[in-house]
């Protein structure tokens, strides 16, 4: 997933999954391998309460005091991925987890119960096996999270939360990409900064089919995105 922000362009990827995407639509063609979220338009989502929740024009019936934010979405053959951004203008954080197994926080700052405990996630940080609902930290504010749906890898999978700040990052190309890898039981992700205008080999384009579901992170095209991006 590419999302543009400022001189880098973050790249999220979660180990043997394509990664990210866009809009309220069936499942991507196997002949799809990159998606820009600029050129998909969001879907209205709402929730209030403990459970409540709507969606695309549902969402405009939403009872007063819900929660309003945005949602990109793509369906892989292998699992959903969301990007979900609150304003604080519109009331915040606020959704209720049901199919999520994985979350990075792009920005902002959310609460998310992890293990039984509530957790504050920052800019940059994971959770596995997340529960409940996403919530603000404390007053209503800006967040961007990332939710992956797909079940884990490996056995073994517990809940857990990786710190971007105990996660150490390279310098690769030069200065031009950077790369942090969070692991934890069960799976992996990815996050990587791109110097704007910096791409990765284009020959590695002629390995897309054998890499759609082992590699996502494996090309970057001339425009910032990647297999199955939203910027």
């Known amino acids: 997933m590419t999302i543009s922000r400022k001189a880098l362009l973050p790249l999220i990827c979660m180990a043997g999954l394509p990664v990210l995407a866009t809009g309220m639509s069936g499942p991507e063609d196997d002949s799809v391998y990159v998606v820009f979220g600029a050129e998909r338009a969001a879907v209205a989502m709402a929730a209030w309460g403990d459970d409540g929740s709507a969606h695309g024009p549902s969402a405009e019936n939403a009872p007063d005091g819900a929660v309003r934010y945005e949602a990109k979405m793509v369906r892989w053959p292998t699992a959903t991925v969301k990007v979900l951004s609150f304003s604080a203008d519109s009331g915040g954080v606020l ?14 700052e959310v ?9 504050t996630l920052g800019t940059g940080d994971v959770a596995s096996l997340p529960s409940g609902s996403l919530t603000d930290a404390g007053d209503a504010s800006d967040a961007v999270v990332v939710a ?7 056995d073994g999978a517990t809940p857990a939360v990786v710190r971007k700040a105990d996660v150490e990052e390279a ?16 799976n992996s992700v990815r996050a990587v900064g791109l110097a704007a205008g910096f791409k990765t080999n284009p020959a590695c384009a002629d390995r897309l089919p054998d890499l759609r579901h082992r590699r996502p992170d494996a090309v970057l095209p001339e425009r910032p995105g990647i297999h ?3 910027r």
């Open 148 to 154: 992956w749906t797909a079940s884990p890898l490996e």
């Open 228 to 230: 199955g991006a939203v």
């Open 95 to 108: 959704h209720h987890l049901t199919d999520e197994k994985l979350l990075y926080v792009l920005e902002g």
């Open 171 to 186: 310098n690769l190309g030069g200065g031009n990409l950077k790369l942090r890898r969070y692991t934890f039981p069960g």
């Open 111 to 119: 609460n998310a119960t992890v293990g039984g405990e509530s957790v």
